[in-house]
């Protein structure tokens, strides 16, 4: 599949918002956060109405997942009702409460077929 530049403008732009939850992992956490995140967060986000991605970025014990929805009412849906069911998932793993940080997607690259 070759991967295009996809401007929000365009009618092909499926990815309209990010969700941005920073987190902070307890020592020696990281390696059982990733795999608690593969088994049991990404198979509920995949179910979630407007899901479209996940990027999951971690180093040294700090968390960056990203998700992409494909409209805004969809993502705060999701916070509101399953993210708190989640978190709670995480917190024997986690230092304090997640910081989640909401965007437009102006651009991207992500799976979009030319």
């Known amino acids: 599949m070759k991967k295009a530049f996809i401007s929000q403008g365009d009618s092909r732009h499926k990815l309209k918002i990010t969700r941005n939850v920073h987190i902070q992992l307890k020592d020696g956490k990281q390696k059982e956060f990733v795999q608690l995140f593969e088994s049991q967060i990404l198979p509920v986000l995949r179910q979630q109405k407007g899901f479209q ?9 700090r968390v960056l997942a990203i ?7 969809n993502a705060e849906m999701y916070h509101t009702s399953v993210f708190p069911k ?21 651009t991207s690259t992500l799976a979009v077929a030319a």
């Open 53 to 61: 991605d996940e990027i999951t970025l971690v180093d040294n014990g």
């Open 67 to 73: 998700s992409f929805w494909d409209d805004r009412k």
């Open 86 to 106: 989640l978190v709670e998932k995480l917190n024997p793993m986690i230092q304090g409460p997640p910081k989640v940080e909401t965007y437009e997607v102006a």
